[in-house]
């Protein structure tokens, strides 16, 4: 059983491939005994991932901060909630418990998550996988980005590999089973 750290958004975004995506990863962990770690949201696509994970009788582990914790944002339906006293605590604790990070589409609080993820294993802090799934090319800037750090002399190959994208849910999920086989 792997647990699966997932950064994600408190909202849904425009488009519905967003929250299928969410929705598909969730069954998936279920179905296959794999444990969710994510930010405790009840909200957008953070929301849509915790309950397909629990409709499908999987183990969830939310991890909010104390100035979140509030009915309206936290996930009721989520027994394992942690809170904690604020976001560098929170962010302690998921990389604590992760074997391995998802990356799914958010806005700004998703992206400091996945960048201080690669960087802390850029820094050699850790040796866990970091997936990233570009639903439907929300991510092509940031893969731009990533490639042309590598092509101006900021990124070396080797760091720029600590990032698998992954373009479907497929290849996400065929990369999760591949780091589970590993184990």
Not at 21 to 32: D, I, K, N, T, W
Not at 138 to 153: A, I, K, P, S, T
Not at 154 to 166: D, K, M
Request: net charge negative.
């Amino acid at each position: 059983m792997l647990s699966i750290c997932v950064f994600c958004g408190s909202k849904s975004g425009d488009r519905p491939e967003y929250a299928e995506a969410a929705e598909e990863l969730g069954r998936s962990l279920a179905r296959h005994g794999h444990q969710l770690v994510y930010g405790g949201g009840s909200t957008g696509i953070m929301g849509l991932l915790a309950d397909a994970v629990l409709i499908g009788g999987g183990r969830v582990i939310g991890v909010i901060t104390e100035h979140l914790a509030r009915p309206e944002l936290m996930h009721v339906g989520v027994s394992d909630m942690r809170i904690t006293r604020d976001m560098h605590a929170r962010k302690s604790l998921m990389h604590s418990l992760a074997d391995v990070y998802v990356i799914l589409p958010g806005g700004f609080g998703t992206m400091e998550e996945f960048f201080e993820a690669v960087t802390w294993a850029q820094l050699e802090l850790h040796e866990r996988p970091v997936l990233l799934l570009n639903v439907a090319g929300l991510y092509d800037g940031l893969v731009r980005m990533m490639d042309d750090m590598v092509v101006h002399g900021f990124l070396s190959q080797r760091c720029r590999a600590l990032v698998t994208v992954c373009e479907h849910s497929e290849e996400l999920w065929r990369e999760l089973t591949r780091i589970a086989d590993r184990g």
